[in-house]
């Protein structure tokens, strides 16, 4: 008979995604209070370190990537607390990379699951929307290197973090699902470059997920 912590283990093993899916709704759903609450950055590291440890632990990733992810963190962690342009860059590169990581992780085990269940439909759906986070930190990462890079109702985007940062995210979902309602325009070629980037990548992402998931289920039922 196995013990609790083997069945507590078990379960959350089978809905290791659920968590991170929730994880991301939580995020995103904080992000539109990061400009009058201080403390949402430190919770969203909380969450996001969940998001990319967690699967890349599940999952058995190499050891230099868990060393790479923990380097990350100390960055990003240290980008909380110095507020200086560089410092904003910095911070803004490791939760980019830290994001990266996780979606790896989590897109690598998806595709390899012999078959599909709501667990694996979260995952995909899960690195969906850590796209749309990435590209939002790409955006915030353009923005600093060349401010003007983005406008917002022909006015370019404020200098102040915090208040850029959400705008950003919300562009970034926008492209990412081609809602396109154009109050916020891609003013450089780096910005413009980013945004046909993920448009693409976003319709792209969709259809090879589908058929991937289709593939799998017809596998399994042909068997």
Do not use: N
């Amino acid at each position: 008979m196995a013990s609790l912590r083997e069945r507590v283990q078990d379960h959350f093993e089978r809905q290791r995604y659920l968590l991170v899916f929730l994880a991301i709704l939580a995020i995103l759903a904080a992000t539109s209070f990061v400009q009058a609450t201080p403390h949402v950055p430190v919770l969203l590291l909380v969450a996001l370190t969940g998001i990319a440890y967690g699967p890349l632990r599940l999952g058995g990733g190499p050891p230099w990537m868990q060393v790479v992810f923990f380097i990350l963190i100390g960055l990003r962690v240290t980008g909380l607390w110095i507020r200086s342009t560089d410092w904003v860059m910095v911070s803004d590169a490791s939760i980019l990379g830290l994001f990266v990581i996780g979606s790896i992780a989590i897109l690598r085990d998806v595709l390899t699951q012999p078959l599909v269940g709501i667990d694996t439909i979260l995952g995909g759906c899960s690195v969906y929307l850590l796209a749309g986070i990435c590209f939002g930190l790409a955006f915030s990462l353009v923005e600093s290197l060349k401010p003007g890079s983005f406008l917002m109702d022909g006015q370019v985007l404020t200098s102040e973090y915090m208040h850029r940062l959400p705008e950003l995210m919300y562009l970034s979902f926008v492209v990412l699902t081609s809602v396109g309602f154009g109050d916020i325009l891609p003013a450089s070629s780096p910005a413009r470059g980013l945004v046909t980037f993920e448009a693409i990548f976003g319709q792209l992402y969709l259809a090879i997920l589908v058929a991937r998931l289709v593939s799998l289920q017809s596998s399994r039922t042909t068997e």
